[in-house]
């Protein structure tokens, strides 16, 4: 494990996360509001520590990474950007320097778990912050790296594998650069048209933008107390719906559908059972709390499709209380912060080509004990899947809900109600944010213990590094030489 490698390239993800602060430094000096001087001593001390990194343990020559150092630049990469991240807000007047860092990683992981009780009255350049580093975390700040580290003569394919969302990490491109460079521009593009549309819908530019990075990172972080619900518009929640399902899709898609293959959905497999499933939970939950929550189908569909749209692509954006629906649409949410989107997209849960397969591995076992001797090859569309492939998804499972359990218990050991306990670990290691209980949609994470909310902080990270990333690094053979 060559160290000198793996800071070099950490310092340089460390100037390009301060200089990203010059945006909501620009918003506070605009609004001259109070945030100024903390994110201008955070910047400043991020990108002087950056510098610092990358000069002194410069090597000559061009750098080849490895898979070990690219996995040990990942988890330690997001670590050190959650807490130089949350300068802004402990400087900010946030209550401890945990709580700073909990809505630092909640915002790099995507998760959109808060700690603050009165979200409206954090000056503008900090509630920008905060939603800025959502939509960095939503495509990778791994990634966004990657697109200029062939210019200082590292190599980046390694941190892709390592970064990139879902169980595949396909080739866009020949080269790392130009994938990365592709998907940004699809997440640019997308950010964009969202911005506009909300405009459209009333909605100012500042809170437009705040949204929009939120939805197209599938994050979460409002700049209203009430969320969504706050703006009591039927066209901003259909169209905020709509780019969170985008998001939650394989943005390898979205590539592909731009360079003209307009059928390119219908053939992934995976869009097909994603598609049928947002469709047949989403009929339930609205079905459910048509006659018991509300008047009209209008209403029932607006706040359904909404609630469904944004647990299963892990946004956790709200609308509405869905702890008041009942038990099954609760049930069906719960279900959907387990499943969430699709691989290769800015969506945190399980994610549905595991899904896919692990019922479709159950059905062979079936299978087997009534055909003992039947050679039944498992296919995801017209590819047959390695039993490797399998056994890693198999294992993928195994230490999720591994995780989710031990996480639960010591929750439940500090004094949270096993309710909360559960649902709180759910929603951050499936990147989600609100819950149930005490961190239900109209709640927040301010009254989980402090050791408590370091465990969610690891649940996030362990949740948005897809486990494997993260918990190599406690497997004693992976130092070895």
């Known amino acids: 494990m060559r160290w000198p490698v793996a800071l070099h390239v950490t310092g340089l993800i460390l100037v390009c996360v301060g200089l990203c602060m010059l945006v909501p430094l620009a918003c506070g000096w605009y609004y001259a509001d109070s945030s100024v001087p903390p994110l201008f001593l955070s910047l400043c001390v991020t990108v002087l520590t950056g ?169 979460g972080f409002s700049t209203r107390n009430a969320s969504v ?13 709509f780019f969170m399902l985008a998001a939650s899709l394989n943005f390898a898609l979205h590539f592909q559908l731009f360079r003209g293959r307009p059928l390119v959905l219908w053939r992934d497999p995976e869009f097909r059972f994603f598609g049928a499933l947002v469709a047949a939970l989403t009929l ?43 038990p099954l649409p609760q049930g069906i949410l719960l279900l959907c912060m387990f499943v969430g989107g699709c691989a290769g997209s800015t969506a945190g849960g399980i994610k549905g080509m595991r899904v896919m397969l692990l019922f479709k591995h159950a059905y062979r076992e079936l299978f087997r004990m009534v055909h003992p001797r039947a050679v039944l090859p498992i296919k995801f569309g017209q590819k047959l899947v390695k039993e490797e492939v399998l056994a890693s998804i198999w294992g993928f499972f195994v230490l999720f809900i591994a995780l989710f359990v031990l996480s639960s218990l010591a929750l439940a050991a500090m004094g949270v109600d096993v309710l909360t306990s559960f649902a709180a ?55 070895r030489k």
């Not at 603050?116 to 990634?143: C, D, Y």
């Not at 370091?454 to 949740?463: E, N, S």
Request: glycine letters at 12%; a negative charge; one cysteine or more.
């Open 51 to 219: 510098f610092f990194l990358m000069f002194q343990f410069r090597r000559p020559g061009p750098m080849v990474i490895n898979h070990r150092e690219g996995m040990v630049i990942v988890s330690v990469g997001w670590a050190v950007c959650g807490f130089f991240g949350a300068l802004p807000f402990a400087l900010g007047g946030f209550p401890s320097f945990t709580d700073a860092y909990f809505e630092s990683v909640s915002g790099f992981t995507t998760t959109g778990a808060s700690i603050l009780t009165n979200i409206e009255a954090l000056p503008k350049g900090l509630l920008l912050w905060r939603s800025l580093t959502h939509w960095l975390g939503g495509m990778g700040i791994i990634v966004m790296t990657i697109a200029i580290l062939p210019f200082l003569g590292v190599g980046g394919m390694q941190l892709y594998k390592a970064e990139v969302p879902g169980p595949v990490a396909d080739k866009l491109q020949p080269r790392i650069k130009d994938t990365a460079m592709s998907l940004w521009k699809v997440y640019v593009l997308f950010t964009v048209a969202q911005v506009i549309l909300l405009l459209f819908g009333g909605m100012d530019l500042f809170d437009s933008v705040c949204h929009a990075f939120g939805t197209m990172a599938t994050g």
């Open 425 to 479: 670990v759910v929603a951050c290691i499936g990147n989600v944010g609100p819950g149930l209980g005490e961190v239900g949609p109209v709640d927040n994470y301010a009254l989980i213990p402090a050791m408590g909310k370091w465990v969610l902080i690891f649940c996030m990270l362990l949740g948005r590094l897809e486990i494997y990333t993260v918990l190599v690094l406690f497997v004693p053979e992976f130092w």
């Open 229 to 241: 619900a706050a703006y009591g518009s039927a066209y901003i929640d259909y169209v905020i719906s």
């Open 284 to 326: 339930v939950v609205v079905l459910s709390i048509r006659f018991i929550n509300y008047q009209t189908w209008a209403d029932a569909a607006r706040y359904g499709v909404f609630q469904v749209a944004s647990i299963i692509s892990t946004t956790g954006f709200a609308t509405a209380d869905y702890e008041l629906w009942g």
